[in-house]
């Protein structure tokens, strides 16, 4: 697993995110673990170097992507922890 960060069998607010999006509020999406060290590498192209828990927000907003096609949207990824704090390197590829 690389997204160590977000690994969490029982999250504190899991709740109320399942009722924010059953509210219909938020669209929620899910991307593959195998996803990941190709964000990661995308995002270090752009100078962003961040933890793989991090990366799962390009991850994710791909899948997205593939699943909504709107021309006219905008959109915001925010990108929190700093690459310094993963410890194991990546698989090359």
């Not at 899910?30 to 100078?47: F, K, T, Y």
């Not at 593939?66 to 990546?90: E, F, Q, R």
Request: net charge negative.
């Amino acid at each position: 697993m690389f997204a160590e960060g977000i690994a969490v069998a029982a999250p504190v607010r899991w709740q109320e995110v399942v009722e924010t999006a059953r509210g219909g509020a938020v669209t929620v999406t899910a991307a593959p673990d195998s996803a990941i060290p190709d964000a990661l590498r995308r995002l270090g192209r752009c100078g962003l170097f961040v933890e793989p828990t991090s990366a799962v927000v390009l991850a994710g907003f791909d899948q997205l992507a593939a699943d909504v096609t709107t021309d006219d949207a905008s959109s915001v990824l925010i990108l929190t922890a700093t690459g310094l704090k993963t410890v194991a390197p990546l698989p090359v590829g």
